[in-house]
């Protein structure tokens, strides 16, 4: 196997490629919006069309009671190790559009950047691999390894139906190493590779007064207000050094020696870069901590929004019936989401003021997670990047969730390697997201690159001959 | 002049009396929506020919910059006094159209009540002053006094062109007295004079943090949020007791001595009252006070509405780029919205944590008003409540705010009645509001009544011979 003639493929077909990217980028593939679930089949059609016209083998689209699973394998190279490949390709909603340059679903080149919602997040990381892959198939008619692609629809709702796929197909997924590529570098030149993700637990607070609005002028100064009540309320979740003051929460966070806060001194990015990659002039939180430490050792709460009463223009002289917050909780070693959500329960009902009603639901619980940045499999990684990009990556933690490293870790037992390829300034989750079109290329590069080099890892034995099968 | 034919005919015309109600509330004249600006010309022109064809004179459709004011009069009773009628065709909007049980703008008999958006405020109200001239003219072709109807499109945006309009026409609407019906009983029989409104600011208070909207997991906990921040500046509005914590907020508020608090108390509506009427628990607000005087003797500062971030279903992992919250105060003799506006934004100033944007902008700035209830024009229209509904008024304080009271007193110098006929549970400013048909009935008796008793007042001389002029 060449990696060689995979590259010169892959350059010679970078027009082709980005194409082909843009027309996966064009479904409005929004997983928490309902009545995009068609959108999402659609897409996921696209893709295991696409899996097949490659060259991958077994492509299936795998129903779930929520939005489907895309399979596709390639077990041809016995004795040879078992990757996974996995990548999702919902997406977040375009909203709010106004701020949109062009269409989120409308993907649109300029500068070298690719725009479109999805295209750092998480379609074009996910398409990288597929490229790679197609460039070996194309060039050779083989692999180096084996892989074992799964590209879920449901990454940015949770993840609610992957867990128990896997769960169930655990002896057909055994693989060596799992791949993910849904991080990001540090900078074009500085690629990276993550080895923590914080967990996460959403929670939708609501605060009820009457049953319905009443008039301002009639009532206003006599009863509670329930977005009065919301605001003070969450003025209560926070204390005035920026730490959360729920009673507990802390409790099991767990400390790092100085060795690991150097180690992250020394590859994280700084203070002001995270500034200004979030366009911020002041920073904000637990004092005592780098702002790569807050945003990745450290747990956070934040509003991720807010909603009761007039909304829109003009005014509407009202006390609003209800008021509702939406929060997430972010969490770290060794904190448990269930029982951050039990502290936060607890400790809403006892700041509930008597004349107001409060109702808690919690989603999405994601544990933390953590890999051995020493296991061989994520030390090939590194070489290939240091082929793909030109340069050695750094070894940095995520602030954000990816649940499927502790699915992968846990259920399948095999480290997951996190491969990032966006940029700090993708603006994933926010208007006008892009993907930085050489990031695109390198990517490819060191995805071949890594099939390569993952050949030589030690495999367990025959577990390229386990395969999902629909049941 | 005969007020029992009056009474006999209106009695008789029950049935399309509500029709043509009904017709009336089917516009959806929302003064507050810029889409709707043709509804209320619409609503004008319906109300104009309506006014014509009971009999008034001089009916004009009168623009200005915004929705335009319908003008009629009457001014055949040489000698006698004249009187302003003053109502507004204008409602708030339907919205949240999910929580009407019948569509706001479909008017709707159930249980002796007509339900719509504007059936008590103020459309019904409004006609049964129509209704009242039309049982005279119908009947015996006369009035037993002069009348100016003037018929706004602004009251529920803040009247921002009916003080100038008056200003202008300062000497053509001379008029003894104004009658404006926009408040409400205690109970269906209990009937009420208003002596006393609250003014009123509407302020909009937007935090900003980063130009868009952040990703959570990557900047969670090392940047301020804005929801957060909103929340906590909100949070700091009002102190632990439920007064309002802006520095000098309370320095020009009246207080009132124990004969004024005694009158209140025999008059006004009990603690138990005002929470049935909220469908509350639980009172809150200055302590101190009772629930009637926090919401007319005292200022409130109200939160009517909050917006930030995701809304809707599902979730988006942001930290949001901003938040804005639309509050509004009641305030009280002797504050002046003015002077109150500076305080709030000095007070948001101080406030704003150095890692937020904060702006505030401030509307509609009402004075608060009084009226002599000793007036003789006011003493008429208690004999006209007992006459219509066979009970006498009490004399109340609003908590809500009515800006032409003070346009009426200062610019022309005429007292203003307000005579209520709305119920404390017609839903005003919320889904279901309904007007009691009983009310209807016994408010256009109660408008013939003080037709025939207003006749008895001195007048200025020559009052009826100014009337408006198109300019």
């Given at each position: 196997?060449?990696?060689?003639?995979?590259?010169?493929?892959?350059?010679?077909?970078?027009?082709?490629?980005?194409?082909?990217?843009?027309?996966?980028?064009?479904?409005?593939?929004?997983?928490?919006?309902?009545?995009?679930?068609?959108?999402?089949k659609k897409c996921a059609r696209w893709l295991a069309r696409h899996l097949h016209r490659i060259g991958l083998e077994r492509v299936k689209v795998i129903p779930t009671p929520g939005h489907p699973i895309v399979y596709a394998s390639w077990l041809r190279a016995p004795g040879r190790p078992t990757l996974i490949i996995y990548g999702h390709y919902d997406v977040l909603p375009g909203e709010p559009l106004s701020e949109w340059?062009?269409?989120?679903?409308?993907?649109?080149?300029?500068?070298?950047?690719?725009?479109?919602?999805?295209?750092?997040?998480?379609?074009?990381?996910?398409f990288s691999h597929v490229k790679a892959i197609e460039s070996y198939l194309r060039t050779q008619r083989a692999l180096p390894v084996n892989v074992k692609c799964i590209f879920e629809g449901e990454e940015e709702i949770g993840s609610p139906h992957l867990t128990s796929f896997i769960t169930r197909n655990q002896r057909a997924l055994r693989a060596d190493a799992a791949v993910i590529s849904d991080t990001r570098m540090l900078?074009?030149?500085?690629?990276?590779?993550?080895?923590?993700?914080?967990?996460?637990?959403?929670?939708?607070?609501?605060?009820?007064?009457?049953?319905?609005?009443?008039?301002?002028?009639?009532?206003?100064?006599?009863?509670?207000?329930?977005?009065?009540?919301?605001?003070?309320?969450?003025?209560?979740?926070?204390?005035?050094?920026?730490?959360?003051?729920?009673?507990?929460?802390?409790?099991?966070?767990?400390?790092?020696?100085?060795?690991?806060?150097?180690?992250?001194?020394?590859?994280?990015?700084?203070?002001?870069?995270?500034?200004?990659?979030?366009?911020?002039?002041?920073?904000?939180?637990?004092?005592?901590?780098?702002?790569?430490?807050?945003?990745?050792?450290?747990?956070?709460?934040?509003?991720?929004?807010?909603?009761?009463?007039?909304?829109?223009?003009?005014?509407?002289?009202?006390?609003?019936?209800?008021?509702?917050?939406?929060?997430?909780?972010?969490?770290?070693?060794?904190?448990?989401?269930?029982?951050?959500?039990?502290?936060?329960?607890?400790?809403?009902?006892?700041?509930?003021?008597?004349?107001?009603?409060?109702?808690?639901?919690?989603?999405?619980?994601?544990?933390?997670?953590?890999?051995?940045?020493?296991?061989?499999?994520?030390?090939?990684?590194?070489?290939?990047?240091?082929?793909?990009?030109?340069?050695?990556?750094?070894?940095?933690?995520?602030?954000?969730?990816?649940?499927?490293?502790?699915?992968?870790?846990?259920?399948?037992?095999?480290?997951?390697?996190?491969?990032?390829?966006?940029?700090?300034?993708?603006?994933?989750?926010?208007?006008?997201?892009?993907?930085?079109?050489?990031?695109?290329?390198?990517?490819?590069?060191?995805?071949?690159?890594?099939?390569?080099?993952?050949?030589?890892?030690?495999?367990?034995?025959?577990?390229?001959?386990?395969?999902?099968?629909?049941?």
């Open positions: 196997m060449d990696p060689h003639r995979a590259l010169d493929y892959a350059r010679t077909r970078r027009a082709p490629f980005v194409s082909e990217l843009k027309e996966f980028l064009r479904f409005p593939s929004v997983s928490s919006q309902p009545r995009r679930a068609r959108d999402l340059r062009t269409p989120p679903f409308t993907p649109s080149l300029k500068n070298g950047n690719l725009y479109a919602r999805g295209a750092a997040d998480d379609k074009g990381q996910l900078a074009p030149d500085r690629p990276a590779i993550s080895y923590a993700q914080r967990g996460g637990l959403r929670v939708e607070l609501k605060i009820s007064g009457s049953p319905h609005d009443l008039h301002s002028g009639n009532f206003g100064g006599a009863v509670l207000n329930p977005v009065q009540a919301l605001c003070q309320m969450i003025a209560r979740l926070h204390d005035a050094h920026g730490y959360i003051a729920i009673p507990g929460f802390y409790d099991d966070v767990r400390r790092w020696g100085e060795a690991e806060r150097s180690f992250m001194a020394r590859n994280g990015p700084t203070d002001e870069e995270i500034l200004q990659d979030a366009q911020a002039q002041w920073d904000w939180g637990e004092s005592g901590f780098t702002l790569y430490e807050r945003t990745t050792i450290r747990p956070a709460l934040t509003l991720n929004g807010i909603t009761g009463g007039h909304q829109g223009p003009g005014s509407k002289s009202i006390i609003p019936a209800s008021a509702l917050a939406k929060l997430s909780f972010r969490l770290v070693p060794d904190q448990n989401p269930q029982k951050i959500a039990q502290l936060f329960r607890d400790h809403i009902a006892r700041i509930t003021p008597d004349a107001v009603r409060s109702s808690v639901q919690t989603f999405s619980p994601i544990e933390p997670a953590l890999v051995d940045r020493n296991h061989p499999a994520v030390k090939a990684a590194a070489l290939a990047y240091r082929k793909g990009f030109g340069s050695p990556p750094v070894f940095i933690r995520s602030g954000g969730s990816i649940p499927v490293v502790n699915t992968f870790q846990q259920i399948l037992g095999c480290p997951a390697v996190l491969l990032g390829f966006g940029l700090p300034d993708d603006h994933i989750h926010a208007p006008n997201e892009k993907f930085h079109l050489p990031n695109f290329y390198q990517a490819i590069a060191t995805s071949i690159w890594y099939l390569a080099v993952a050949a030589r890892l030690r495999s367990a034995p025959r577990m390229q001959q386990t395969d999902w099968q629909s049941q």
